[in-house]
């Protein structure tokens, strides 16, 4: 048994310490520009447009105010479930250092405006909530443009994470991996309730709209309007 353990914690060491390695090749740059870009992108304030475009796309694709509101409360779900448990209940348990804090690597890690999080980082909650929006979002609405769209939305945030170096890797794949949990199960939530209360679904056209019912016109809007914001935060970084 006390072989087993020693053989647990070598293990356990030698993946935080690829965990650092991996993160510090990733961590930072010389670039004032990507700086700038990194800490656009990882503000909440400028997927503001991201989050009204999807409303703007529930709202116009369901056709009562209880299917809209159900909706708004299963994407609020996902951010309970994914980022808050995360917040107050697994960083402070576990309580493992951010690479900002890290006694081992801290003062190698590339800050950025001073910018270094809280203290504790496992897992990342900007992963886990982008992600299990995404995936709800994925599920709900069945449209493979948006779907690639939301994905690579999560997949920018969590860039940043690393970029930043609030961050390991491990606490992004974990993050990950929780938040695609956390959607697909609230997707699937709201999948039953639906049925068991017989909310009503709409009449669609299966040339003009997803397998769920939603307009494919409609849900290009979310996918320009991530874009736009995309090219906001480079043209913002540019002229700081």
Known sequence: MLDLLLTSDSLLQTLENIDRQALLAVNGSDSLYLDRVA???????????LYISLFYVVLKNNDTFRKVLFIVGCAGLCVLFAGSVDDLIVKPLVGRWRPTHDPVIGTMVDVVDGYRGGRYGFFSAHAANTFSIAVFFCWLIRSRVLSIALVIWSFTNCWTRL????????D?????FWGGTVGT???YLHYWVSKRT?????????????????????CDIPV????????FALLKSCIQ
């Open 163 to 170: 970029y930043l170096g609030v961050h390991f890797p491990g």
């Open 185 to 187: 199960a609230v997707y």
């Open 224 to 231: 320009f309007v991530l874009v736009v914001t995309l090219l």
């Open 198 to 218: 017989s909310i009503s679904r709409h009449r669609f056209f299966a040339d003009q709209s997803t397998s769920t019912g939603y307009s494919r016109k409609d």
């Open 39 to 49: 800490h656009v992108l990882t503000t909440a304030i400028t997927w503001l447009p």
């Open 172 to 176: 992004i794949l974990v993050g990950l």
